[in-house]
């Protein structure tokens, strides 16, 4: 999970589904069982505490978008001023559902879940069984030393920039069996480092370099 600190009285979450998996989470249940949603909730304000000294102070208002791969989370700390609560929101272009956090959380979530899935649906991307994997590189030498060792075969891949860093985005559909898609993700990891950072934050903030067959463009253009 990653967390950027906004501001004095912000916070914001990036938590993909598989970290809310390796949390001992299920993915459905935070959806659908109150009690494990708010769990999960609230220990990632207890590590925003721990690792951004954010306060859990007064009410809380959150900012949830779902996405494909999991959830971006802000949440603003509001100030009690003669009884009076002042809130700054930080203004954003995604379109989140803002909620109190005194309001059944779970209830919210599954919504922003429901609406995400409808829009896959109608996309005609149903299939939800797939590996996906963000690995970084200290240079693009290494990245294009892969690519010449590496050949992709239907494999979805991109490149991105990102404070200084190239990042290798690959997703695996279900025509490899877990060992073959095993067996590239560790020859992939002899070049660069699995990453932290999701790729939905790299997309938002980065510089796309090659959007679509990036290994194969890249070995391209330096052969």
């Not at 970084?136 to 992709?152: I, N, T």
Request: hydrophobic share 35%; charged share 30%; no cysteine.
């Amino acid at each position: 999970m990653e967390i950027e600190r906004i501001n004095e009285s912000t916070v914001k979450f990036y938590i993909t589904y598989k970290d809310i998996e390796d949390r001992g989470f299920d993915r459905d249940e935070i959806w659908y069982n109150r009690e494990r949603g708010e769990e999960l909730f609230f220990e990632m304000i207890n590590e925003a505490h721990d690792r951004e000294n954010f306060e859990m102070e007064g009410p809380l208002w959150i900012q949830v978008q779902a996405l494909d791969n999991g959830m971006e989370i802000v949440v603003t700390r509001g100030q009690m001023t003669d009884g009076n609560v002042k809130l700054e929101i930080p203004v954003t272009q995604n379109k989140g559902e803002d909620i109190p956090v005194d309001d059944n959380i779970v209830d919210m979530l599954d919504e922003q879940f429901r609406s995400s899935q409808k829009s896959r649906q109608a996309n005609g991307n149903q299939d939800s069984d797939f590996l996906e994997i963000v690995i970084s590189f200290h240079d693009l030498e290494d990245m294009l030393s892969l690519s010449k060792a590496f050949a992709p075969r239907q494999i979805q891949n991109e490149i991105y920039h990102f404070e200084g860093t190239y990042y290798l985005y690959l997703m695996f559909d279900n025509q490899y069996t877990e060992d073959e898609q095993d067996d590239m993700v560790s020859h992939v990891l002899e070049y660069g480092e699995e990453s932290d950072v999701s790729i939905f934050r790299i997309r938002e903030y980065g510089k796309t370099v090659v959007g679509s067959n990036g290994l194969e463009t890249l070995r391209e253009s330096f052969s």
